[in-house]
């Protein structure tokens, strides 16, 4: 496990986190899988056939906000996103670039691991899998990790990071996004619980190896999937 103890404020986050999954491990471990045969999870019509909500979920209209507790202020004009690693055309975008690329509107969940879940989110914003196509990953390219302003990382394999709900949003409920949510742009995983979408995202790595981010290092499932309630790894 990394050492956060030089950093008192951000060993407090990570310890009480942690005791979340202390508490909720035998329980999540007892509980079985749930059928998953194609998820999709992006707004109502990818809820069809599944329950209202994922396992243990609870739904809230508030939007709760969870970070390490540094919550950098990034303005348009320092804005940036670089997509590199093993890939043939590395890249970086501003914030013009990024408005040029071809946005998306979609509605989605969100499901935190602390067990709220907002659902039926309006997102605007650009496919991961744009960006990413940009980049021409290798062939060997298999998993991605993501990196934020406040030094957050997160990992994805690059078949979940395709897909066609995984935004870089710059948009939600119809506003731009708020700094507190990681504005202006960050990643959603609606298929996957939130801590796999990075929140002031400013690096996308591709890579032929995977690499645990953040959470995935302290304990956190690998894989994420709500909907099997996959909050944990062993
Ligand atoms: N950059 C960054 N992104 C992050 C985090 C973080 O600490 N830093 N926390 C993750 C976690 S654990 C969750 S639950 C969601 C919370 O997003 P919200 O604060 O917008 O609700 O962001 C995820 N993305
Ligand atoms: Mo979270």
Not at 55 to 82: C, F, M, N, Y
Not at 117 to 141: F, T
Not at 166 to 186: F, S
Request: hydrophobic share 35%.
């Amino acid at each position: 496990m990394p050492d956060d103890n030089d950093d008192p404020k951000l060993a407090r986050i990570v310890e009480a986190r942690l005791k979340l999954r202390d508490r909720f491990g035998a329980a999540s471990y007892a509980t079985p899988s749930q059928a998953d045969p194609t998820p999709r999870g992006s707004g109502p019509p990818n809820r069809h056939g599944m329950p209202q909500l994922p396992i243990d979920q609870v739904s809230t209209e508030k939007w709760p906000v969870l970070d390490l507790g540094r919550q950098p202020e990034v303005s348009h004009a320092r804005w940036k996103l670089v997509v590199d690693g093993a890939c043939v055309r590395p890249y970086e975008l501003d914030w013009a670039g990024f408005g040029a690329l071809e946005q998306t509107s979609d509605v989605s969940d969100f499901h935190c691991v602390t067990k709220w879940s907002r659902l039926d989110v309006p997102w605007r914003g650009v496919r991961v899998a744009e960006a990413i196509a940009h980049a021409e990953p290798r062939d060997g390219a298999r998993f991605v990790l993501f990196h934020a302003t406040d030094g957050y990382t997160t990992n994805l394999p690059l078949a979940e990071a395709l897909k066609p709900d995984v935004l870089l949003v710059h948009t939600a409920d119809g506003k731009p996004l708020a700094r507190v949510h990681g504005g202006p742009v960050r990643v959603i995983t609606p298929q996957l619980y939130a801590w796999k979408g990075a929140k002031w995202v400013c690096r996308i790595e591709l890579m032929t190896a995977d690499r645990r981010g953040f959470w995935e290092a302290r304990g956190y499932s690998n894989t994420a999937y709500p909907w099997r309630n996959d909050r944990y790894s062993t």
